[in-house]
């Protein structure tokens, strides 16, 4: 199998289900070139709570995507989620070298940003800055080449819990590859679902996936507030299981086939047919009851993804309104209940700007997958695609010019 250089590969450690999405680089941006998927059983609410299963799972998702894209894969941006994630905002100071801000002075600032007190159990996952204050002028998004004594980074700070972390480390080492970076899964989703004007004008971003619910809200173009909700699709599952007495894989197709947010969507006569446990008949029930059971859960579900953004206070300048992905966003009625609860416009995300089986991922499920790849694209020099180590020989290689250029 060929190993290409210029192919980029995400791995979505879902609750539900693990997906490999396989991307290569081309002139006119990203193609994706391979899917791979897989029942996710080693994870709950986004967390690794079995290796064995989680690497089976891996395997078996990297092995159709390899044999799908014809290119063995090496290394993956990984996907991460769970309630052990946190994320606030910090702000670093510090003074200009030579009275005009140059990149040094701009990464000395993030640093500075960095310096707040994060217990031992717990590492910094991102530091995304929001802007910059030249002095007393704020809201520059680049400063490089501005005159001024003092800067000022305002970022946001993701921290996750070194244990969740190194399991999914340790996961994807024993499929033998290696992981490029860990990127939050709603920040993923972001690069997929959203434009920039969006992200300009103000919009909150819900990922509402099997195991949790991801929340990132944006304004004036960067992150302002990220959380994850340990609530998501598979209690709708439980509850159509609970409800109308039927084994929880028969509740899953249930779901995706009839499942409605929005009661009034659903005709009275209508009827649908549930398997029962334990080899007894099949039974017809009122696709309304179905309705009774799922609109109260989700309506549950979108209300705290609400109160989380009032908590943020940026609830009042989110002129872009809504946009929900993930595989629950494809329930139907989701988006009119979402309206209702939010008071602004609510959409489905599904992912854009990228060529090759676009018609394949065009759905909320693969956003994450997607997500990473595109995260990678723009992360990642060109010209020194990290093969196994091959990025330290570039850094090296930097260094080594910079050192020549400097004495010679």
Known sequence: MAKKTNVIVGLDLGTTKTCVIVGEITDQGVDIIGIGSYPSEGLRKGVVVNID???????????????MSGCEISSVYAGIAGGHI??????????VKGREVDEEDVQRAIEASKAIAIPT???????????????????????????????????????????SIQNIVKSVNRVGLEINEIILEQIASSEAVLSNDEK?????????????????????GSVKHTAILPVGGNYLTSDIATGLRTPLADAEKIKIKYGCAFSALI?????IEVPSVGGREPRE???????????????????????????????????????????????????EL??????????????????????????????TGVGLVLYGSKH???????????SLFVNMFKKIKKWFLEFF
């Open 53 to 67: 299963s989680t690497v089976e799972a891996i395997k078996k998702a990297v092995d159709e995507a390899e044999h």
């Open 86 to 95: 946190k994320g606030q905002n910090s702000l670093g100071i510090v003074a």
């Open 121 to 163: 159990d717990r590492e910094i996952l991102h530091t995304l800055p929001q802007n910059f204050i030249v002095d007393d002028q704020d809201g520059i998004r680049d400063p490089v080449g501005m005159s001024g004594v003092r800067l000022e980074a305002k970022v946001h700070i993701v921290t996750g819990a070194v244990t």
């Open 200 to 220: 300009d004008l103000g919009v909150a971003l819900i990922d509402i996936g099997g195991g949790t619910t991801d929340i990132a809200v944006f304004t004036a």
């Open 267 to 271: 005709a009275k006569e209508e009827t």
């Open 285 to 335: 029930v009122s696709r309304q009851i179905l309705g009774r059971i799922v609109a109260p859960r989700m309506e549950e579900i979108l209300t705290l993804a609400y109160k989380e953004i009032v908590k943020s206070g940026y609830e009042d300048i989110l002129a872009a309104g809504v946009v929900l992905t993930g595989g629950t966003a494809l329930l139907e009625g989701i988006t």
């Open 338 to 367: 979402a309206e209702q609860i939010f008071n602004m416009p609510v959409r489905r995300g599904r992912p854009t700007g990228i060529g090759g089986l676009n018609d394949v991922v065009n759905s909320p499920m693969y956003a």
């Open 380 to 390: 990642i020099s060109k010209n020194a695609f990290i093969q196994g180590g091959g």
